[in-house]
């Protein structure tokens, strides 16, 4: 059976809502919920009221402090949003996007669903952690849903994208890049650009120019040796010109 997407809920801002999603992710089989920052707290009474007998979700739901601890051991996420802005990001509909959440389930990659909090949705910065975007296709004229009809729309579509070939049975082949691993490679970029002064006469884009290039670095879905082999380079660059002299004279 295909690996079921994580449901992440980024600073939800009432356990009724809460509730009312893990209730809509059971309808589809889903019971991996995670909890960012929630504002009223975890675990939350309010949530199992609401949640009506959907319990297995709020028992195995985890509470993490940041998105990023929350999609850490994740290969590809999604970020749904009504509004993707200025970011340069493939956009699906939850239609699509399910079936691309299968083929990667069953190439054994580990996936998740951002959802922004109720009052404006997820952050920019959050959004940058992804590699896609979901938009639900609504009336323009009023185009506003909840938290769990959201959860539910893509839930429905993930559940009904269910195929009953039996997923490819991948041997000893790499796996897709985690987004722990990507972090530690994006902050030892900044520390080597800090280092050398890059941002110095332009400071005040450092912040638009690293989630640029989380962005682009997102888009290019590395494996596992492709980030040991950036590891590899950033360590080349920054290497002091006498060592590379040194090296050379030893050979």
Same mark, same amino acid.
């Given at each position: 059976m295909s690996l079921q997407p994580a449901i992440i809920l980024v600073e939800p801002q009432m356990g009724e809502n809460i509730g009312a999603a893990a209730r809509a992710m059971l309808n589809f089989g889903l019971t991996d919920l995670r909890l960012v920052a929630p504002r009223d707290g975890w675990p939350n009474d309010k949530a199992v009221a609401m949640a009506s007998?959907?319990?297995?979700?709020? =028992? !195995?739901?985890?509470?993490?402090?940041?998105? =990023?601890?929350?999609?850490?051991? $994740?290969?590809?996420?999604?970020?749904?949003?009504? /509004? +993707?802005?200025?970011?340069? &990001? *493939?956009?699906?509909? +939850?239609?699509a996007a399910a079936a691309e959440l299968r083929a990667h389930a069953n190439k054994g990659a580990a996936t998740g669903i951002l959802f922004g909090k109720e009052s404006v949705g997820l952050s920019r910065e959050d959004v940058a952690l992804a590699d896609s975007i979901i938009s639900v296709p609504l009336n323009p004229d009023f185009s506003s849903i909840n938290l769990a009809q959201a959860v539910l729309l893509v839930g429905y579509e993930w559940f009904q994208a269910a195929d009953d070939t039996p997923p490819v049975q991948v041997h000893n082949e790499e796996r897709p890049a985690n987004k722990a691993e990507l972090s530690?490679?994006?902050? #030892?970029? =900044? #520390?080597?650009?800090?280092? #050398?002064?890059?941002?110095? +006469?332009?400071?005040? /884009? &450092?912040?638009?120019? $690293?989630? !640029?290039? #989380? !962005?682009? @670095?997102?888009?290019?879905?590395?494996?596992?040796?492709?980030?040991?082999? @950036?590891?590899?380079?950033? &360590?080349? $660059?920054?290497? &002091? $010109? *006498?060592? *590379?002299?040194?090296?050379?004279?030893?050979?």
């Open positions: 007998g959907a319990n297995i979700v709020l =028992e !195995n739901a985890r509470a993490f402090e940041t998105t =990023e601890d929350a999609i850490a051991d $994740l290969n590809h996420v999604y970020a749904t949003t009504a /509004r +993707p802005r200025d970011v340069i &990001k *493939k956009i699906a509909t +939850p239609h530690y490679l994006f902050d #030892r970029i =900044e #520390r080597e650009l800090d280092t #050398r002064g890059f941002f110095d +006469p332009i400071m005040q /884009r &450092k912040h638009v120019i $690293l989630q !640029n290039m #989380r !962005n682009m @670095f997102q888009r290019l879905g590395l494996m596992e040796s492709d980030v040991r082999a @950036f590891q590899g380079i950033v &360590k080349g $660059l920054t290497m &002091k $010109l *006498k060592d *590379k002299t040194n090296d050379s004279d030893q050979s």
